[in-house]
């Protein structure tokens, strides 16, 4: 039920369901209709125009009536169409379903035999097969039947192979059924769905292949005719009188539409992906809807400033607050830690400095991202992609996604260099070779020529920051950049990003989940929870004293080398979901020291100097951090 | 890179026997007697006698099936009797003019059917992807044979741009002008379908691979929007194209059947219509036999693009 009301929600598919019932509506009742007999010749009346007396449609090369051939030729074709498709569906089901459910041999032997008629260009099979059997409507069923079969074959296999190890079959087996009986009840049942779905998709095509053979003179033989040998007929007199083969020919074009619209809505009714809108594109650049005033710049001091930004998913009547009003800067040579569990909005924040937020869904709703001074949200595509990579550089989690699977690594170091400089190619890949010695790859003249999928985690995470470096940017914002390496492979990592930026004086902002990679890392800390920042400090400080109770919590989940048998406190519960955000504390339901108060209402980020805090029963008082 | 090659025709050997196999097994199928279908009112014992030594049907089953393959091996696929003229002539001649046609369309829809597919993916939703959604739909619902008619009248018949039909003109014709004018439609009518099927095919590979995170990566590189599709995303993407072309030239081949009736052109669809009709049975076999053959090679040339685009696969 739900599959029709999806169904019919698709627009096109319901309208060529419709036509597509009307016509064969009107197949089913043609012998039931006042028409004249379609094989009586009257060739006083040959070829009359469509609208002649008695003659809806005019009349073909031998005076007959062209609407009542065409519509016996309409239920000739569908009979044909839909039976071949049911005897290549019948056979290849058979064969499939034999295949996968005894394996070994039996499958392999099949199969080979499969993919040898796949080998052929179809129409290659078929005219063989008529060329034995001799040309005839029967024998072109049979010929478009046979060649069907090895699709059928080989899609019903696919399923039954999977089936035929599931627990209800080892059962059925060891009840003591026959495998006959096994197969009828057990695995049948479950395969029938894909049958009419593969037939679904393939009848249209089967119409027309049936016609395409009828058109040829090998199927339907006269006076008997289908549409395809009507037009084939028609042919003969297709300059002088046009309207003999259109009236067949649009008929086919009619029925394979109609056949065709409805399957792709059958299709997209049942694949979930589609279903969910989740196959759509990210446009260039985060979609833009500020509403409210744009915050000013604040101080000065810092390269890149975020004011009260908040970026939200939009699916369907949803809306996700990711990102729910963040201030957060970084200046240069400074070091700025972004800490939060999966889903509190960190990696989100990231992308949206650049406009990097996948979108649809993601929209930039409000406040404003300052860099070297200068608002970028909803700045044009072009200079927001000429600060790209340029000025503002990211390093993302795992290497092997987010590197091209099928370029040279090298190729896409000089890509990113050569995007921002005009240089040449080989004093692009002097400089790539450089960029990979400074992140310590050993033979970069070499390596530069290896694929991502050639080196080591370690090695792809080096690429990517060297890509990073490529135009040596004012900031570098490093999305999880250690979480997929191991412990050694992070701490070079960590040490070589450190080392950089108080080479370059670069301005870094630091996402993790990892305190343990803040402290190692980071001048300052802010901690973020549900799309918001709820406690901001000098590393040393917020590590050292943590104010709110989340923070707590989350650095008491850090084991401690050496720091003997301590409790490894989880927390309890999970991150609020930040489609339904109830007002006060996002943390208040997972927090011990909850009270009325802290449900009530929007509770500020305060605190003196660098430190501040959004709780209003903090763990410790705050003290003026430095630096 | 040789030795994958060679690999891969070595794997081609026992596909093209099955063929074979196959192929005979049908022909053997014919009921009655063939030499009494093909001599028809002349067949007197003598000539059926010598039908059948000439077909070498008097042997066994399998050792006719033998005595076929070794003969083809050597180059010899038999005399067709209708046209009284060696079968491997007649199917060369005829290839080449398919080739060309079938060659052409390959081409029209790979070239088309990708960019369409690339727009349509990159301007998801927009009129660009509408217009072309709609396009295919018709393009895969249309038949090809009743394209082509259409076509002949409205662009040979009304507006007189293009001759109707044949490969060349009947007198003083045949140069690279007069065919290519000749080929124009044909080729056009024959693409249409393959096109929708793989500018369909391109769309939802180019939308699956946009999302991807390397894509993410070039634009916060900086890359230009029309490098991240044509160049990223579609180097990703053609990964999943090149097998269906290879699938689709099967198409374009088996297309070219119907596109040679309706244009007149002088190809191996046409003879096989042909040689059917007039129950020619060594013109057939030697002609369906030639083409897969052909098509069976085209497709390790796939696999072998497949292997230099893709340098994750093994070769």
């Known amino acids: ?627 | 890179m040789t030795g994958y090659i060679l690999k891969r025709l070595l794997s081609a050997v026992p596909v093209l026997l099955g063929i074979t196999v196959i192929v005979f097994l049908i022909m053997a199928l014919i009921p009655g007697d063939p030499a009494l279908a093909i001599l028809g009112a002349y067949a007197t014992p003598e000539n059926v006698a010598k039908i059948n030594r000439d077909l070498g049907l008097d042997a066994p089953l399998v050792a006719r099936y033998f005595i076929w393959l070794g003969n083809m091996l050597t180059g010899d696929f038999g005399t067709s009797f209708s046209l009284n003229r060696p079968v491997i002539d007649e199917v060369l001649d005829r290839f080449s003019a398919t080739l060309l046609l079938a060659g052409t369309s390959f081409l029209l829809c790979t070239l088309l059917g990708i960019a369409a597919g690339v727009i349509s993916a990159a301007k998801q939703y927009g009129w660009a992807d509408k217009g072309i959604t709609f396009a295919v739909l018709l393009g895969i619902s249309i038949p090809s044979f009743f394209l082509g008619m259409m076509m002949i009248l409205i662009f040979a018949v009304e507006l007189r741009w293009f001759p109707v039909s044949g490969m060349k003109m009947a007198y003083g014709g045949g140069g690279f002008a007069d065919v290519a004018n000749h080929l124009v439609m044909p080729a056009f009518a024959l693409a249409v379908v393959a096109t929708g099927v793989v500018a369909r095919l391109s769309r939802s590979a180019m939308l699956e691979v946009l999302r991807q995170d390397f894509i993410r990566t070039a634009r916060a590189k900086g890359v230009r929007e029309g490098r991240v599709v044509w160049g990223h995303a579609l180097r990703a993407a053609m990964v999943g194209i090149i097998p269906v072309l290879g699938i689709q030239a099967g198409f374009v081949l088996s297309g070219a059947v119907y596109i040679e009736m309706v244009f007149q052109w002088p190809g191996v669809g046409r003879m096989l219509v042909d040689a059917i009709l007039k129950r020619d049975i060594l013109l057939v076999q030697g002609g369906v036999v030639f083409v897969a053959a052909c098509y069976v090679l085209f497709n390790i040339a796939v696999d072998v693009a497949q292997s230099l685009l893709d340098p994750r696969i093994k070769t």
């Open chain 1, 1 to 627: 039920m739900q599959f029709l009301t999806l169904l019919m929600r698709n627009r096109l598919a319901a309208a060529g369901g419709i036509v597509l019932s009307l016509v064969v509506l009107l197949a089913l009742v043609t012998p039931l209709l006042p028409l004249a007999n379609p094989d009586v010749t009257d060739t006083a009346n040959r070829f009359l125009m469509p609208g002649a007396q008695g003659h809806l449609l005019g009349t073909d090369h031998l005076g007959r009536d062209l609407l009542a051939r065409l519509l016996h030729g309409t239920r000739l074709s569908l009979a044909v169409g839909f039976a071949a498709a049911f005897f290549a569906a019948f056979f290849g089901a058979a064969i499939g379903i034999i295949a996968g459910y005894f394996g070994g041999r039996t499958d392999n032997l099949i199969m080979r035999g499969v993919d040898m008629l796949m080998a052929f260009p179809y129409i290659l099979l078929a005219l063989a097969i008529v060329a034995a059997l001799g040309p005839g409507l029967t024998n072109a069923l049979i010929a478009v039947a046979a060649v069907n079969i090895p699709f059928f074959a080989r899609n019903i296999r696919g399923v039954t192979v999977g089936l035929a190890h599931k627990e209800f079959v080892d059962a059925a087996r060891l009840a003591g059924l026959g495998h006959t009986r096994i197969i009828l009840t057990e695995i049948l049942p479950n395969v029938i769905p894909v049958i009419v779905i593969a037939m679904s998709t393939t009848i249209g095509w089967m119409i027309l292949e049936t016609a395409g053979l009828s058109f040829l003179g090998l199927g339907s033989q006269p006076p008997q005719a289908d549409l395809g040998s009507m037009l084939g007929e028609a042919r003969g007199a297709l300059i002088t009188n046009p309207h003999t083969s259109i009236v067949p020919g649009a008929m086919i074009l009619v029925i394979v539409m109609g056949i065709n619209l409805l399957g792709d809505g059958v299709r997209d009714a049942l694949d979930p992906r589609l279903r969910s809108g989740a196959l759509t594109r990210p446009m260039p650049a985060t979609r833009v809807e500020r509403k409210g005033t744009i915050p000013d710049q604040g101080d000065g001091e810092a390269v890149l400033s975020l004011r009260q930004l908040q970026t939200q998913f939009h699916v369907k009547n949803r809306i996700y607050k990711a990102v729910g009003g963040v201030d957060l800067k970084v200046a240069p040579g400074e070091c700025l830690g972004v800490i939060g569990e999966s889903g509190s909005g960190k990696s989100v924040t990231a992308l949206s400095v650049m406009g990097l937020v996948a979108s649809p869904p993601g929209v930039i709703t409000g406040g404003a991202v300052y860099f070297q001074g200068e608002d970028l949200v909803g700045a044009p595509y072009e200079h927001l992609r000429s600060l790209r990579g340029d000025k503002v550089a990211y390093i993302f989690q795992d290497p092997l996604a987010t590197l091209h699977p099928l370029y040279k690594v090298g190729d896409q170091l000089i890509e990113a260099i050569r995007v921002h400089h005009p240089v040449g190619r080989s004093e692009a890949r002097a400089r790539a070779v450089a960029l990979l010695k400074q992140v310590r790859i050993p033979n970069a003249e070499s390596r530069i020529d290896s694929y991502p999928h050639e080196m080591s985690g370690g090695m792809r995470q080096r690429v990517g920051i060297a890509m990073a470096l490529a135009n040596d940017p004012e900031v570098i914002i490093a999305d999880e950049p250690t979480t997929a390496l191991d412990v050694t492979v992070q701490a070079q990592i960590l040490s070589l990003l450190d080392e950089l930026r108080r080479e370059r004086g670069l301005a870094i902002v630091f996402i993790t989940h990892d305190f343990g990679v803040v402290a190692q890392l980071c001048d300052r800390v802010a901690v973020m929870y549900a799309g918001r920042i709820v406690e901001t400090g000098p590393t040393e400080a917020v590590l050292n004293a943590p104010a709110h109770p989340y923070t707590s919590r989350l650095i008491a989940c850090v084991p401690e080398l050496g720091g003997g048998r301590r409790r490894l406190e989880a927390i309890p519960g999970l991150p609020p979901a930040v489609d339904r955000l109830e007002p006060g504390c996002a943390f208040a339901p997972r927090c011990l020291k909850a009270s009325a108060a802290c449900r009530e209402g929007d509770i500020a980020l305060e605190g003196p100097g660098m430190r501040a805090v959004r709780c209003i029963h903090p763990e410790a008082e705050l003290e003026e951090g430095v630096a």
